[in-house]
Protein backbone atom coordinates (compact mmCIF):
# COMPACT_ATOMS: atom_id res chain seq x y z
CA UNK A 1 0.00 0.00 0.00
CA UNK A 2 1.46 3.70 -0.95
CA UNK A 3 2.03 5.83 1.90
CA UNK A 4 2.38 9.74 2.12
CA UNK A 5 4.46 11.85 4.23
CA UNK A 6 2.36 14.84 6.39
CA UNK A 7 4.47 17.22 9.33
CA UNK A 8 2.42 18.15 12.04
CA UNK A 9 2.89 20.44 15.26
CA UNK A 10 0.64 19.83 18.83
CA UNK A 11 -1.91 22.42 19.47
CA UNK A 12 -1.19 23.99 22.27
CA UNK A 13 -4.96 25.26 22.60
CA UNK A 14 -7.70 23.55 22.11
CA UNK A 15 -11.49 24.92 21.14
CA UNK A 16 -13.93 26.23 18.80
CA UNK A 17 -12.21 29.37 19.02
CA UNK A 18 -8.82 28.25 18.35
CA UNK A 19 -9.78 25.62 15.80
CA UNK A 20 -11.45 28.67 13.87
CA UNK A 21 -8.31 30.44 14.16
CA UNK A 22 -6.28 28.03 12.66
CA UNK A 23 -8.35 27.40 9.43
CA UNK A 24 -7.77 31.18 9.36
CA UNK A 25 -4.02 30.94 9.37
CA UNK A 26 -4.39 28.10 6.26
CA UNK A 27 -4.07 25.08 8.81
CA UNK A 28 -6.42 21.88 9.76
CA UNK A 29 -6.83 20.83 13.18
CA UNK A 30 -6.31 17.16 13.37
CA UNK A 31 -6.51 14.45 16.30
CA UNK A 32 -4.47 11.11 16.46
CA UNK A 33 -6.25 8.37 18.18
CA UNK A 34 -5.56 4.53 18.91
CA UNK A 35 -2.54 4.53 20.07
CA UNK A 36 -1.07 5.31 23.87
CA UNK A 37 -2.29 8.52 24.06
CA UNK A 38 -4.86 11.11 21.71
CA UNK A 39 -2.70 13.78 20.12
CA UNK A 40 -4.37 16.48 19.22
CA UNK A 41 -2.73 18.77 16.24
CA UNK A 42 -2.65 21.29 13.13
CA UNK A 43 -1.25 20.45 9.59
CA UNK A 44 -1.02 22.89 6.59
CA UNK A 45 -4.20 22.43 4.21
CA UNK A 46 -2.50 22.17 1.17
CA UNK A 47 -0.29 19.20 2.56
CA UNK A 48 -3.58 17.21 2.84
CA UNK A 49 -4.49 17.43 -0.68
CA UNK A 50 -2.62 14.49 -2.17
CA UNK A 51 -3.83 12.31 0.53
CA UNK A 52 -7.69 13.78 0.81
CA UNK A 53 -8.01 14.05 -3.28
CA UNK A 54 -7.40 10.85 -4.72
CA UNK A 55 -9.45 7.58 -5.66
CA UNK A 56 -6.26 5.78 -3.81
CA UNK A 57 -6.31 4.70 0.26
CA UNK A 58 -2.76 5.71 1.28
CA UNK A 59 -1.21 4.99 4.68
CA UNK A 60 0.76 8.15 6.50
CA UNK A 61 3.65 8.74 8.07
CA UNK A 62 2.56 11.49 10.00
CA UNK A 63 5.25 13.48 11.54
CA UNK A 64 4.28 15.52 14.82
CA UNK A 65 7.00 17.59 16.14
CA UNK A 66 9.91 15.47 15.51
CA UNK A 67 8.38 12.01 16.07
CA UNK A 68 6.84 9.53 13.45
CA UNK A 69 3.77 7.70 13.59
CA UNK A 70 1.99 5.38 11.39
CA UNK A 71 -1.53 5.97 10.69
CA UNK A 72 -4.78 5.98 8.53
CA UNK A 73 -7.33 8.73 7.69
CA UNK A 74 -10.44 7.51 9.69
CA UNK A 75 -12.67 10.42 9.42
CA UNK A 76 -12.86 14.08 7.26
CA UNK A 77 -15.20 16.58 7.86
CA UNK A 78 -15.78 19.41 5.49
CA UNK A 79 -17.30 22.86 5.58
CA UNK A 80 -21.09 22.91 4.52
CA UNK A 81 -20.73 25.66 1.98
CA UNK A 82 -17.65 25.46 0.73
CA UNK A 83 -16.00 22.11 0.97
CA UNK A 84 -13.33 23.24 2.41
CA UNK A 85 -11.43 20.76 4.89
CA UNK A 86 -12.27 21.68 8.46
CA UNK A 87 -10.92 18.72 10.40
CA UNK A 88 -9.49 14.91 10.13
CA UNK A 89 -9.14 12.11 12.49
CA UNK A 90 -6.51 9.48 12.10
CA UNK A 91 -6.05 6.43 13.67
CA UNK A 92 -2.68 4.97 14.53
CA UNK A 93 -1.58 1.76 13.11
CA UNK A 94 0.50 -1.36 14.64
CA UNK A 95 2.26 -4.20 12.44
CA UNK A 96 0.81 -6.34 14.78
CA UNK A 97 -2.58 -4.93 14.91
CA UNK A 98 -5.19 -5.68 12.62
CA UNK A 99 -7.05 -2.42 10.83
CA UNK A 100 -10.60 -2.09 9.03
CA UNK A 101 -10.49 -0.30 5.76
CA UNK A 102 -12.30 0.45 2.79
CA UNK A 103 -9.80 -1.00 -0.75
CA UNK A 104 -11.14 -0.01 -3.90
CA UNK A 105 -12.58 -2.47 -5.98
CA UNK A 106 -11.29 -2.60 -10.22
CA UNK A 107 -12.48 -4.96 -12.75
CA UNK A 108 -9.83 -6.54 -15.31
CA UNK A 109 -10.47 -8.73 -18.47
CA UNK A 110 -13.15 -9.03 -21.44
CA UNK A 111 -16.48 -10.07 -19.95
CA UNK A 112 -18.68 -12.69 -22.43
CA UNK A 113 -21.68 -10.76 -21.86
CA UNK A 114 -19.83 -7.22 -22.44
CA UNK A 115 -19.26 -8.51 -25.94
CA UNK A 116 -22.39 -9.65 -26.51
CA UNK A 117 -23.66 -6.42 -25.77
CA UNK A 118 -24.21 -5.87 -22.66
CA UNK A 119 -23.67 -3.17 -20.15
CA UNK A 120 -20.97 -4.02 -17.07
CA UNK A 121 -22.74 -2.48 -14.01
CA UNK A 122 -19.61 -1.81 -11.37
CA UNK A 123 -22.45 -1.36 -8.15
CA UNK A 124 -19.59 -1.06 -5.32
CA UNK A 125 -16.47 0.80 -5.87
CA UNK A 126 -14.80 -0.25 -2.53
CA UNK A 127 -15.11 -3.31 -0.16
CA UNK A 128 -14.56 -3.43 3.65
CA UNK A 129 -11.78 -5.73 4.65
CA UNK A 130 -10.41 -6.12 7.87
CA UNK A 131 -6.17 -7.49 7.88
CA UNK A 132 -2.83 -5.77 9.06
CA UNK A 133 -1.47 -3.07 7.50
CA UNK A 134 1.37 -5.00 6.21
CA UNK A 135 -1.17 -7.36 4.32
CA UNK A 136 -3.39 -4.41 2.11
CA UNK A 137 -2.91 -4.31 -1.02
CA UNK A 138 -3.70 -0.48 -3.26
CA UNK A 139 -7.00 -2.39 -4.89
CA UNK A 140 -8.89 -5.63 -5.19
CA UNK A 141 -8.97 -6.37 -8.42
CA UNK A 142 -11.84 -8.78 -9.84
CA UNK A 143 -11.50 -10.84 -12.80
CA UNK A 144 -14.72 -10.64 -15.36
CA UNK A 145 -13.38 -12.87 -18.51
CA UNK A 146 -15.94 -15.56 -17.63
CA UNK A 147 -19.27 -12.90 -16.76
CA UNK A 148 -22.20 -13.73 -18.82
CA UNK A 149 -25.26 -11.89 -20.09
CA UNK A 150 -27.16 -11.50 -16.55
CA UNK A 151 -24.09 -13.06 -14.51
CA UNK A 152 -23.25 -11.08 -11.43
CA UNK A 153 -20.16 -11.75 -9.35
CA UNK A 154 -20.66 -11.12 -5.07
CA UNK A 155 -18.87 -10.78 -1.95
CA UNK A 156 -18.95 -14.45 -1.43
CA UNK A 157 -16.70 -15.46 -4.88
CA UNK A 158 -13.80 -12.97 -3.95
CA UNK A 159 -10.96 -14.27 -2.61
CA UNK A 160 -8.11 -11.79 -1.00
CA UNK A 161 -5.51 -13.44 0.92
CA UNK A 162 -4.76 -12.92 4.36
CA UNK A 163 -8.10 -10.62 4.64
CA UNK A 164 -11.18 -10.96 5.98
CA UNK A 165 -13.83 -9.42 3.69
CA UNK A 166 -16.67 -7.92 6.04
CA UNK A 167 -19.01 -6.81 3.54
CA UNK A 168 -22.38 -9.04 3.15
CA UNK A 169 -21.49 -11.96 1.59
CA UNK A 170 -24.73 -12.01 -1.15
CA UNK A 171 -23.94 -8.16 -1.91
CA UNK A 172 -23.24 -8.00 -5.73
CA UNK A 173 -19.97 -6.34 -7.12
CA UNK A 174 -20.31 -6.59 -10.22
CA UNK A 175 -22.81 -7.69 -12.82
CA UNK A 176 -23.92 -7.92 -16.82
CA UNK A 177 -26.94 -6.49 -17.44
CA UNK A 178 -28.87 -6.58 -20.91
CA UNK A 179 -29.77 -3.71 -23.13
CA UNK A 180 -32.06 -3.18 -25.28
CA UNK A 181 -29.44 -4.29 -27.94
CA UNK A 182 -29.44 -7.61 -26.52
CA UNK A 183 -33.16 -8.39 -25.86
CA UNK A 184 -33.48 -7.13 -29.63
CA UNK A 185 -31.22 -9.58 -30.98
CA UNK A 186 -32.67 -12.51 -28.82
CA UNK A 187 -36.04 -11.78 -30.13
CA UNK A 188 -35.27 -11.31 -34.09
CA UNK A 189 -32.89 -14.93 -34.07
CA UNK A 190 -34.72 -17.86 -35.95
CA UNK A 191 -36.07 -20.64 -33.41
CA UNK A 192 -33.45 -23.89 -32.91
CA UNK A 193 -34.73 -26.74 -34.21
Given at each position: MKSVSISGSLRANVGKKDAKALRGQG??????YGGQEQKIFQVKYNDLLPLVYTPEVL???LNI????????MQEIQFHPVN???????FLEIFDN??????IPVT???????????????????????????????????????????GGVIRVSEVQVKDL???DTPNMVIVAVKATRNTAGADAKAPAKK
Open positions: MVPCVLTVEDGKKINALDRIIHIDKPVVIDTEGNSIGVRAGGKLVLNVRKLKVRGLPGNLPDKISINIDNLDLELL
